[in-house]
């Protein structure tokens, strides 16, 4: 049962450990993530580039689509199509049984996370192994989840990690906290599972309608080995990652890796198309993935969601994800970009309180590689949110702040109810202030409002008055 982002994010903001965590990493891949960017002086026209290229495929989607499922067919693979999670998941339990096989092993994916892939496989007696380190760790520990998209651990520290690896992998009860002997423990537990898996399971960071090539771009090596290892692989894809051209990744090679991990170039960049006898997997299964993508495609200025690159850029720079942590969001989708992007995907009722997890400080947008404008998407959800609401009889607290804002609305519309008010404020002000702001405690909503925020006290003499009296 979700507790509700205010709930959620009073428990982040309680642990003061992964506070500190949070605030050390984010801090270092946003320091990294300047010099790289600035390294680059054409980065605004890049930032642009990849703006254009997203709304065009968006705007295309369905010509792109069809292209796609023609170009992979023809290089061998084959595409399904899943309109919900549901179906996703049925998808790929059947194609595992088919290829013969009770393991597989993933690559990190964000759009199995989202329809609880591993969960739905474990259900039908297929074990899922997550080869990412961040996501290893997240699958050893019990009821832990991930909490960041680039780096879904970053809620752990070293000692944390060992103590996890100690408890869990056998032969690792004398592990050291250097991160060295962690990766090496995970890499000697992991080598055995490429190697004996006969299905791979991955993401995609693009796909080409053009040419019907698939990429995924990682740090680690483990996406090469699941991609190319296993007999059979299984790429799940939400529809929104095509891309017209191969030309594309041009630009998005480029903006990606910086925005992310902060690197010049990914260490790992696979790409391939269908599949081909002797060279890598012997059968290729693409499954596209809708999800909720469709409605939100409808959504004129919702839809910048889905140009989401998936950088984590707007994690690693908002104030509120940086204290509340990854968790609060209670989502595959963390941080600014799950706020806009989650209650879309699984309904406004589903997330309600989402949109208002921001400052509205801006500087999501301002790191976005491909300029999403977060704070405006944040805004019209907002409003969505207050209309549904009203739709529904005005229930809950959202009630109140409508009514609250008709009742303003009043106020302003009248000179003479506006000036009338301004008298009442500046007397009730007068036993609560002290240096020209208001100390007590006030009554409603407004307690909540100023317990984080100095209120200054009305002026005691209006600009009106002042005109008057010269």
Same mark, same amino acid.
């Given at each position: 049962?979700?507790?509700?982002f205010?709930?959620?994010?009073?428990?982040g903001?309680a642990n003061?450990?992964?506070r500190?965590?949070?605030?050390k990493a984010?801090?270092?891949?946003?320091?990294k993530r300047?010099?790289v960017?600035a390294?680059l002086?054409?980065?605004?026209?890049?930032?642009?580039?990849?703006?254009?290229?997203k709304?065009h495929?968006?705007?295309?989607?369905?010509v792109?689509?069809?292209?796609l499922?023609?170009t992979?067919?023809?290089?061998g693979?084959?595409?399904?199509?899943a309109r919900?999670?549901?179906?996703?998941n049925?998808?790929v339990?059947r194609l595992?049984?088919a290829?013969?096989?009770r393991?597989?092993?993933k690559?990190?994916?964000?759009a199995?996370d989202?329809?609880?892939?591993?969960?739905?496989?474990?259900?039908?007696g297929?074990s899922?192994?997550?080869t990412?380190?961040a996501?290893?760790?997240?699958q050893?520990?019990?009821?832990?989840?991930q909490?960041h998209?680039?780096v879904?651990a970053i809620?752990?520290?070293?000692?944390?990690?060992?103590a996890?690896?100690?408890a869990?992998?056998?032969g690792?009860?004398e592990l050291?906290?250097?991160p060295?002997?962690?990766?090496a423990a995970a890499?000697?537990?992991?080598?055995e599972?490429?190697?004996t898996a006969?299905?791979?399971?991955?993401?995609?960071n693009?796909?080409?309608?053009?040419?019907?090539s698939v990429?995924?771009?990682?740090s680690?090596g483990?996406?090469?080995?699941?991609?190319?290892l296993?007999?059979?692989?299984?790429?799940?894809?939400?529809?929104?990652? !095509?891309? *017209?051209?191969?030309? =594309?990744?041009?630009?998005? &090679?480029?903006? %990606?890796?910086?925005?992310?991990?902060?690197e010049?170039?990914?260490p790992?960049?696979s790409?391939?198309?269908g599949?081909t006898?002797g060279?890598?997997?012997r059968?290729?299964?693409?499954?596209?993935?809708?999800?909720?993508r469709t409605d939100?495609?409808?959504?004129?200025v919702?839809?910048?969601?889905?140009h989401?690159?998936?950088c984590?850029?707007?994690?690693?720079v908002c104030?509120v994800?940086?204290?509340?942590g990854?968790?609060?969001?209670?989502?595959?989708?963390?941080?600014?970009?799950?706020?806009i992007?989650?209650?879309?995907?699984?309904?406004?009722?589903a997330?309600?309180?989402?949109p208002?997890?921001?400052?509205?400080?801006?500087a999501?947008?301002? !790191?976005? *590689?491909v300029?999403? =404008?977060i704070?405006s998407? &944040?805004?019209h %959800?907002?409003?969505?949110?207050?209309?549904?609401?009203?739709e529904d009889g005005?229930?809950?607290r959202?009630?109140?702040?409508?009514?609250?804002?008709e009742?303003l609305?009043?106020?302003?519309?009248s000179?003479?109810r506006y000036e009338?008010?301004q008298?009442?404020a500046?007397?009730?002000?007068r036993p609560v202030s002290?240096?020209?702001?208001?100390e007590?405690?006030?009554?409603?909503?407004l307690a909540g409002?100023?317990?984080?925020?100095?209120?200054?006290?009305?002026a005691?003499?209006?600009?009106?008055?002042?005109?008057?009296?010269?």
């Amino acid at each position: 049962m979700s507790a509700g982002f205010q709930a959620a994010a009073r428990a982040g903001l309680a642990n003061g450990q992964q506070r500190r965590n949070l605030r050390k990493a984010t801090t270092t891949i946003r320091e990294k993530r300047e010099r790289v960017v600035a390294e680059l002086d054409d980065w605004e026209q890049l930032r642009e580039a990849g703006k254009r290229i997203k709304e065009h495929a968006m705007r295309h989607l369905d010509v792109h689509l069809e292209q796609l499922e023609e170009t992979v067919t023809g290089a061998g693979g084959t595409v399904h199509w899943a309109r919900d999670a549901s179906e996703a998941n049925g998808i790929v339990a059947r194609l595992v049984r088919a290829a013969g096989s009770r393991e597989v092993v993933k690559v990190k994916s964000m759009a199995t996370d989202e329809i609880g892939l591993n969960d739905a496989l474990a259900a039908e007696g297929i074990s899922a192994v997550e080869t990412d380190l961040a996501e290893l760790i997240i699958q050893l520990g019990d009821d832990d989840s991930q909490s960041h998209i680039l780096v879904p651990a970053i809620h752990r520290n070293r000692e944390e990690i060992r103590a996890l690896f100690r408890a869990r992998l056998p032969g690792n009860e004398e592990l050291s906290a250097v991160p060295e002997e962690l990766a090496a423990a995970a890499r000697a537990y992991l080598r055995e599972k490429f190697l004996t898996a006969g299905v791979g399971v991955s993401g995609a960071n693009f796909a080409i309608a053009e040419t019907g090539s698939v990429g995924v771009v990682e740090s680690e090596g483990n996406g090469r080995m699941c991609t190319t290892l296993p007999p059979t692989l299984i790429t799940v894809m939400g529809i929104e990652k !095509v891309l *017209p051209r191969f030309s =594309d990744l041009e630009v998005m &090679l480029q903006l %990606l890796p910086r925005s992310s991990t902060a690197e010049r170039m990914s260490p790992y960049t696979s790409i391939w198309t269908g599949a081909t006898v002797g060279d890598g997997p012997r059968d290729f299964h693409l499954v596209l993935l809708d999800a909720g993508r469709t409605d939100t495609l409808a959504d004129e200025v919702g839809r910048q969601a889905l140009h989401c690159i998936k950088c984590s850029a707007c994690l690693n720079v908002c104030p509120v994800f940086e204290r509340a942590g990854g968790h609060a969001y209670e989502s595959t989708y963390p941080g600014p970009i799950g706020a806009i992007l989650s209650p879309q995907l699984a309904g406004m009722q589903a997330h309600t309180d989402l949109p208002w997890a921001s400052s509205l400080c801006g500087a999501c947008y301002e !790191v976005c *590689p491909v300029k999403i =404008d977060i704070p405006s998407v &944040l805004i019209h %959800l907002r409003a969505k949110v207050v209309e549904d609401a009203k739709e529904d009889g005005l229930r809950g607290r959202l009630a109140g702040e409508r009514l609250s804002m008709e009742a303003l609305g009043r106020v302003f519309a009248s000179r003479r109810r506006y000036e009338a008010a301004q008298k009442v404020a500046r007397v009730g002000a007068r036993p609560v202030s002290r240096d020209g702001t208001v100390e007590a405690r006030l009554p409603g909503p407004l307690a909540g409002w100023l317990a984080h925020r100095d209120l200054k006290a009305p002026a005691q003499q209006s600009f009106r008055d002042w005109w008057r009296a010269r």
